[in-house]
């Protein structure tokens, strides 16, 4: 199985970002997707994870209200959709899978990408 992300780029405070991670090898609906994210210096944390059919969806308190995880099982691919971001969004955004039911830790997951940079300018 392997997992890729993409769509990190440099924007600006209180524009909008949407990541992609493609999964590729294995069966899409098998498998919760959950975004992490590492601050600069700091240690990686949890953002949002989605169910693998799509039913459930769980956020960090830094992330409700402004970021939304989706899927689409056409493509194999999870999205984070982020709005309204912030200078402390700046971080490398890991997307993970794991089978079965979709969990906040991140030992839990059996699959990482290799990670994309957004970078929020102030």
């Known amino acids: 199985v392997q997992v890729v992300e993409s769509g990190g780029r440099l924007v600006q405070g209180g524009g909008s970002l949407r ?51 989706s899927r689409d099982s056409a493509k194999n691919t999870a999205y984070l959709q982020m709005n309204s971001l912030k200078p402390e969004d700046t971080a490398v955004y890991f997307c993970g899978a794991k089978r079965r039911g979709p969990s906040r830790f991140e030992r839990d997951y059996d699959y990482w990408g290799q990670g994309t940079q957004v970078t929020v300018s102030s």
Not at 31 to 57: C, D, H, N, T
């Open 19 to 69: 990541l992609s991670c493609a999964l590729s090898g294995g069966t899409f609906s098998c498998y919760a997707m959950g975004w992490f994210r590492q601050p600069p210096g700091k240690e990686r944390e949890f953002v949002a994870v989605i169910s693998g059919a799509g039913l459930s969806q769980y956020y960090a308190d830094s992330a409700k209200g402004r970021f939304t995880i």
